[in-house]
């Protein structure tokens, strides 16, 4: 008879827990099959072009989430086909650039992601904006996995850019 009241009660209390929201994350692979990476919604994609140092120009695809002001989840392939960078190089220039631009260095540490050596960086700029940025060069490109949160991040908003930097991985 205890046992009986017990399950009762446990069913009953079950019963008055709200449910949880759904997990609506979603896997998005680019379309070679490179990478893959977990977002909140649906990514855009556009294609854009930098320049170098030597003044040459380097194509980019940007994968784009940007989830309110100066909150953003983004992937940035730059393609180096046919330059011959070294690939310890290319990485270490990526954070280099981002320093010349005025980005304030606050860590970088070295990341290894299903086979491939890279660097995960962490940065400011003068707006107090923070950069975490994961960075491999893979194939000929430099791959950066970007999360931008504003000065006053919210507990959400970190797990939210955590769980993305956390979700990347390489196909190959």
């Not at 650039?97 to 304030?104: K, P, T």
């Not at 540490?109 to 962490?122: E, F, I, Q, R, W």
Request: proline share 3%; charged share 20%; with cysteine.
């Amino acid at each position: 008879m205890r046992l009986a009241t017990l399950i009762a009660s446990c069913i009953l209390a079950l019963a008055l827990v709200p449910a949880a929201a759904a997990d609506d994350w979603q896997t998005f692979s680019d379309p070679t099959g490179l990478f893959s990476v977990s977002v909140p919604q649906a990514m855009s994609a556009s294609n854009d072009t930098t320049k170098r140092s030597d003044g040459t120009e380097i194509s980019v695809i940007v994968y784009d989430l940007n989830l309110g002001t100066n909150d953003e989840l983004m992937v940035r392939i730059a393609d180096f086909t046919g330059r011959n960078l070294d690939p310890d190089r290319a990485v270490e220039g990526a954070v280099n650039g981002m320093r010349n631009a005025g980005y304030a260095l606050i860590s970088s540490t070295p990341d290894n992601l299903d086979g491939h050596t890279g660097v995960n960086a962490t940065l400011t700029d003068n707006a107090g904006l923070r950069y975490t940025d994961r960075i491999f060069f893979i194939e000929d490109h430099l791959f950066q996995a970007l999360t931008v949160v504003p000065k006053d991040v919210t507990e959400d908003q970190t797990a939210t850019a955590l769980r993305f930097s956390q979700s990347l991985h390489f196909r190959r």
